[in-house]
């Protein structure tokens, strides 16, 4: 029997237990991460990052109230991660959350601070109106300071803070080198890319001369698509750079196609004889692949003139890419008229990685060719599978001294293009050439963290139509159906219960 005197121990020792859960949890903070790429899990690279640092980083985050719930949803996690830096830091770490739309004082400081709103759409009594919204955040350290502007939602949040904070700290960056002078394209042909690098590295263009060799303040020389020959006395500094330590990205062009008159021919630049010296043959050949992407045929209906998108396996679409962290976390990746690569390491200290490859449906072409946009392709077309078109190298390339090269059987993969041929890349492209960059020229491991983000998982291009209506009609059916059956066996289970206990007899 309750008693008034069991009840109010019982009370005691229920508060009790609370607050002693309250004072463990506050000691020791404890969090499961069960996302895939361990989202919410901070690296290692960023850990040593923050036990680097020798002064206080602090973070305002202007953000907006009230917020549609996708978008909130970035505050929260924004939030979250900032106790982890704080946790993980010993207090380094301080932040403070203000919101902007709260007056026009306050909206005018975040926008000198360099946080612009941008424009969404919020529904309000059934109906749709644009808002001004904030998602970014400041950062200072030791007189420094850096902006965030805007933190997408399912961006790769860690790599925006952790990059920041250790540009923040950098005392002298990282310089590299993009070759110019012999048809490579300028750095502002490849504003994406120069953007990320940026953030680490002391960026800047280098073209060869006789007087002297690459100097050896570059930490790697980047060479992207060169059209013209390169004169032996050169390739002979890129192996005394080599030699020096130095590393190099070499992403060649052995083939060009032209749309505009539709035949795609062979480039000698001298650079594949080179490469070949180290092991690594990118083979004069068009690589043809069924996951390709389209171009835009124009097309005469009646009195219209129709933009079609037609399938074109001379611009593969690589999805296939090695446990590698230039690789990791990359989903899709337009390679326009790639080459394929072979290799074979040139003594026992090299190793060769093959990063990326075609998809099990390819195949190859030999120049030069007549690009018919119109072919009807079939499966005979694509023999071959698997076709590498990217390799990371490394050890003892020259004069038995430990490297690292990173060759691409493209050239033209992360550049924007020029005036009116400049066009937007996809992020994945310009993922791929700044993380190949990072693995030769940076050993802080940030390069993992670029990709660590919430990510598409589109159906396989190659499945059939009638697979791929079956998969979405199940993802919108089967959950239904289980809540459906699960509800139909609990109701049966409680009915034959019922049943069971009216038929029981009760002993008095």
């Not at 982890?84 to 770490?93: H, L, R």
């Not at 002298?172 to 490579?184: R, S, Y």
């Not at 983000?453 to 959950?479: E, G, H, Q, W």
Request: hydrophobic share 40%; with cysteine.
């Amino acid at each position: 029997m309750l008693t008034k005197k069991k009840i109010i121990t019982g009370l005691i020792l229920i508060i009790g237990i609370f607050i002693l859960i309250n004072i463990v949890a506050n000691r020791f903070f404890v969090r499961l991460d069960l996302t895939q790429g361990h989202q919410y899990t901070l690296s290692k690279a960023t850990r040593d990052i923050l036990h680097s640092l020798d002064g206080t980083v602090t973070v305002t985050a202007y953000f907006s109230d009230n917020l549609p719930p996708d978008i909130a949803a970035v505050r929260n996690d924004f939030r979250d991660m900032l106790v982890e830096y704080s946790n993980n830091s010993g207090g380094k770490i301080v932040y403070d959350f203000i919101n902007p739309n709260k007056d026009t004082e306050t909206e005018r400081k975040a926008q000198e601070a360099g946080i612009s709103p941008i424009m969404i759409n919020v529904r309000e009594r059934d109906q749709m109106k644009q808002q001004r919204a904030y998602l970014g955040a400041v950062l200072q350290y030791e007189g420094r300071t850096e902006q965030i502007p805007f933190i997408q939602p399912g961006a790769a949040m860690e790599y925006a803070l952790s990059s920041t904070i250790k540009k923040l700290s950098l005392k002298n960056k990282t310089k590299i080198a993009f070759l110019e002078g012999n048809g490579e394209p300028q750095l502002s042909e490849m504003p994406q890319l120069n953007e990320q690098l940026n953030i680490l590295y002391d960026v800047s263009s280098y073209s060869f001369n006789d007087s002297t060799g690459i100097p050896n303040s570059y930490r790697t020389l980047v060479i992207i698509a060169p059209t013209d020959t390169i004169a032996p006395q050169y390739l002979k500094q890129l192996d005394n750079f080599l030699a020096g330590g130095g590393r190099v990205l070499v992403a060649l062009n052995k083939v060009k196609g032209n749309l505009s008159n539709a035949t795609g021919a062979v480039v000698n630049t001298g650079l594949g004889a080179w490469l070949k010296n180290k092991g690594i043959n990118v083979e004069g050949d068009f690589v043809i692949d069924a996951n390709c992407g389209s171009v835009m045929l124009r097309q005469q209906q009646g009195m219209l003139i129709m933009n079609t998108p037609v399938k074109f396996p001379y611009l593969p679409i690589i999805q296939n890419f090695s446990d590698h962290p230039i690789t990791k976390g990359l989903e899709a990746v337009l390679m326009p008229f790639a080459s394929p690569i072979k290799f074979s390491p040139i003594n026992n200290t090299e190793h060769i990685t093959a990063l990326a490859k075609t998809s099990e449906k390819s195949g190859i072409a030999k120049p030069p060719v007549y690009f018919d946009v119109m072919k009807q392709w079939t499966k005979s077309d694509f023999p071959m599978s698997s076709l590498p078109v990217a390799v990371a190298v490394d050890g003892n390339l020259v004069n038995n001294v430990y490297s690292k090269m990173v060759v691409f059987g493209d050239g033209d993969f992360a550049v924007n293009g020029s005036g009116q041929n400049a066009q937007r890349l996809e992020p994945d492209n310009v993922n791929l050439m700044a993380n190949a960059i990072d693995w030769l020229s940076d050993d802080t491991g940030l390069i993992s963290l670029r990709t660590k983000s919430i990510t598409n998982r589109p159906l396989n291009a190659n499945l059939d139509d009638s697979v791929k209506t079956l998969i979405k009609y199940l993802n919108f059916i089967l959950p239904i159906l289980l809540i459906l059956v699960y509800g139909a066996f609990r109701y049966q289970r409680r009915k034959k219960l019922r049943n069971k206990w009216m038929n029981e007899n009760y002993v008095q």
